[in-house]
């Protein structure tokens, strides 16, 4: 049972346009959310979080959006850039416990 | 530094056989997890623990086994039961809580032939 689900597994941008990844989940609890980067073969880094009582942060060309009642958030990049290039995880927590599950992975691709 | 570190980076086993991977922190986290990375599936939660002595099963525990008798270190055992072994496993920490991101090591590969 896939807690968090990310439905596009690519995405395609150009150089300077907005990248937009999106995340649904389905477990209520949950109440922390977070998108990491990753690159092959390396452990995934940290890029920004959200905490349930906002529905908006931003952190320079990144800004995540929470709505609660869609269980949905979605990652904004812009502009976007080649380095941006890596596969882009959304993962979520509970208040009440110590798990943090992920969801499948968007492979995005800025284009020069 | 302060980091998680990950040993051995690529692990080859036979079938049949244990493989035990070692995941070691000296960030004075008290949350630690390992995680499978299989193509497509994303992260999937083997194991974590919140504290000394005490862990819990994830999503896809079978065929798995950890210990936790030191704060830095928590490490993953593969079991023969385990059918599907050949994945890359990553291990992370965070402060207990319930929030704050999880810090990553940079993984393992195993492969079993």
């Known amino acids: 049972d896939q807690q968090v689900k990310q439905n596009s597994p690519s995405l395609s941008v150009q150089e300077g346009r907005i990248s937009i990844l999106n995340c649904d989940y389905t477990?209520?609890?949950?109440?922390?959310f977070l998108w990491y980067k990753k690159y092959p073969a390396e452990g995934p880094t940290f890029l920004i979080s959200?905490?349930?009582?906002?529905d908006k942060n931003e952190d320079g060309r990144f800004t995540v959006f929470l709505n609660k009642s869609a269980k949905h958030l979605s990652l904004h990049i812009v502009p976007s850039q080649p380095g941006d290039s890596a596969v882009y995880f959304c993962?979520?927590?509970?208040?009440?416990?110590?798990?943090?599950?992920f969801g499948a992975g968007t492979r995005l691709t800025v284009k020069p | 530094d302060g980091g998680i570190t990950q040993s051995p980076k690529y692990l080859f086993r036979k079938e049949g056989q244990n493989v035990t991977l070692s995941c070691e922190q000296n960030l004075n986290h008290d949350a630690m997890y390992w995680y499978r990375q299989d193509p497509g599936q994303g992260l999937r939660l083997i194991y974590y623990s919140q504290i000394v002595n005490d862990f819990q099963k994830g999503d896809i525990a079978e065929g798995y086994s950890v210990s936790r008798e030191k704060k830095e270190s928590f490490p993953l055992t593969v079991t023969s039961a385990q059918k599907n072994p050949t994945a890359f496993y990553l291990c992370a920490s965070r402060l207990a809580g319930g929030t704050g991101e999880l810090f990553f090591g940079e993984g393992s590969r195993l492969t079993v032939l």
């Open positions: 959200i905490s349930s009582i906002k």
């Open positions: 993962a979520a927590s509970g208040d009440n416990n110590n798990d943090m599950r």
């Open positions: 477990n209520s609890m949950f109440d922390y």
